[in-house]
């Protein structure tokens, strides 16, 4: 055989193979548009809470899907610190390659680029919203022999003796602080808010018998309610609760407030078109696999997913609701975002 055409037929070989190669890249979906991305590189995600608490377990519980969905092992690093401004003021400033992700929740992480006495460095333009994934529900709960049955019940009184009624709350404009805001205003009433730095203290003043009531999320009031501690007067929630069916909604008692701890996560606003939309598909199959569903409603988590259209969606309109809060109430005067 001609050594010439020997040689030929094994550039012929090699193209093919090469040919052959990238048809298998493009099999895999977003692998060849992503260069490959992820290319075996851990992934970062930053946790704005301590570890331990519900956002980082939250995130913890998610991990092991999430790894198979990304195919490439996940580094999670706890970032407490200035109620989550730490964590989002590092997301602001790294590397845009999709290699660090972000947790925040709503409206919390709002008022991080709104509230001028924070003194972001950033805006919401600087970040892109990759997915939403739990979404647990304002609450309001008292003692279970106190004289209100109803929100509105609670309420006429706190009109009738104007700051005579007290509920204890973690953090200031947290989604708990807003949610008692939101009711204020949409009942004149005024309420004496006893503000702590986080749920538990708040729960322990409550429980203690230093206020009236006490506004934490749904996860956090449903171990009260079931330890025969507390008795649920309503949920901020589009529909009744799976986990508190014969609690009525704020709407079925004539007040149209939704609120919410809504749980996600963002990237950097210049992460490579391919690379968002790979991330962003595998956020969405693991927060929605069924075994990592099960495990969060378990623990009293209501898994609910947002695509990033949606969550920036919501982002924004939780924007407009702090803002007028923070107006309405003189909190802050809020830092313009366009």
Same mark, same amino acid.
């Given at each position: ?28 979906? /977003? ?22 608490? /519900?956002?980082?377990? /939250? ?240 623990? /009293? ?38």
């Amino acid at each position: 055989m001609d050594k010439s055409t020997t040689r030929l037929t094994r550039r012929q070989f090699l193209v093919g193979a090469s040919a052959c190669a990238a048809s298998a890249a493009w099999a895999v979906p /977003g692998r060849a548009a992503t260069a490959g991305f992820p290319a075996g590189r851990p992934i970062a995600i930053l946790i704005h809470a301590s570890a331990g608490g /519900g956002f980082d377990i /939250g995130v913890r519980t998610l991990q092991p899907y999430l790894e198979t969905t990304l195919g490439t092992r996940l580094v999670l690093m706890n970032q407490p610190g200035s109620a989550g401004l730490v964590m989002l003021t590092q997301m602001s400033k790294v590397k845009p390659d999709g290699y660090t992700v972000g947790s925040i929740y709503l409206p919390g992480f709002n008022a991080m680029w709104l509230d001028p006495r924070r003194q972001p460095t950033f805006k919401r333009k600087d970040f892109r919203f990759l997915a939403g994934h739990v979404w647990d529900p304002c609450s309001i709960v008292v003692k279970p022999g106190a004289p209100w049955k109803t929100l509105l019940d609670f309420t006429n009184e706190a009109k009738a003796k104007p700051g005579s009624l007290a509920i204890a709350l973690g953090g200031i404009v947290s989604d708990d602080h807003l949610f008692l805001l939101d009711i204020m205003a949409k009942t004149g009433t005024d309420i004496k808010i006893v503000h702590f730095d986080a749920s538990a203290p708040a729960i322990a003043a409550f429980l203690g018998g230093h206020t009236h009531g006490l506004a934490v999320n749904e996860a956090e009031s449903t171990p009260l309610v079931q330890r025969g501690d507390a008795r649920l007067l309503a949920l901020a929630n589009t529909q009744r609760s799976k986990y508190n069916p014969n609690v009525p909604t704020l709407r079925e008692q004539g007040l149209d407030i939704v609120a919410s701890a809504v749980r996600g996560f963002l990237t950097p606003a210049n992460v490579p078109q391919p690379i968002f939309d790979f991330l962003a598909k595998a956020f969405k199959d693991a927060i929605n696999n069924p075994e990592h569903v099960a495990k969060m409603d378990k623990m /009293g988590f209501p898994v609910a997913y947002l695509g990033p259209q949606e969550f920036t969606e919501l982002v924004v309109k939780e924007d407009a609701r702090v803002t007028q809060l923070a107006k309405q109430f003189k909190l802050f005067d809020p830092l313009p975002q366009e």
